[in-house]
Nanobody, 118 residues
Framework: QVQLVESGGGLVQAGGSLRLSCAVS????????MAWYRQAPGKQRVLVAQ???????NYADSVKGRFTISRDNAKNTVYLQMNSLKPEDTAVYYC????????????WGQGTQVTVNS
C-alpha cells in the first residue's frame, strides 16, 4: 500500500514563508511525476506546481517566482517552498504522486492547511 504523508502547513502572515514536505512510503518500484495541488473553500482543486523524476518543473502563473518545487528521489519526498505568501494562497494543499507499483497509479496525500493572514 502506498501512502503520502504531508507536513509543514500552518498559519503565516502575508509576506512570510512556509515549506511543505510530502513523503511517499510503501511498496514502490519508482515514482514518476510529483506535484502539489491546492483547493480553496468553494473552489476546485488546481495544480500549483509539478516536477518530473528528472527534475523538470511547471508552475501555475499565480505562484511563479514565489514558490519552488523540488524532490529528493532517494527519500521519495517532494517539497514546496512558498515565499512571499499572499492571503489568496490560503487553501488546503495536497500532494500528488504517480507511482509505479505493478502499474502506474495516482496517489494523493490527506491535505495540509495553509492560512495566510493579511
Amino acid at each position: 500500500q502506498v501512502q503520502l504523508v504531508e507536513s509543514g502547513g500552518g498559519l503565516v502572515q502575508a509576506g512570510g514563508s512556509l515549506r511543505l514536505s510530502c513523503a511517499v512510503s510503501g511498496r514502490i518500484f519508482s515514482i514518476n511525476a510529483m506535484a502539489w495541488y491546492r483547493q480553496a473553500p468553494g473552489k476546485q482543486r488546481v495544480l500549483v506546481a509539478q516536477i518530473t523524476r528528472g527534475g523538470s518543473t511547471n508552475y501555475a502563473d499565480s505562484v511563479k517566482g514565489r514558490f519552488t518545487i523540488s524532490r529528493d528521489n532517494a527519500k521519495n519526498t517532494v517539497y514546496l517552498q512558498m515565499n512571499s505568501l499572499k492571503p489568496e494562497d490560503t487553501a488546503v494543499y495536497y500532494c500528488y504522486a504517480n507511482v509505479w507499483v505493478v502499474t502506474a497509479n495516482d496517489y494523493w496525500g490527506q491535505g495540509t492547511q495553509v492560512t495566510v493572514n493579511s
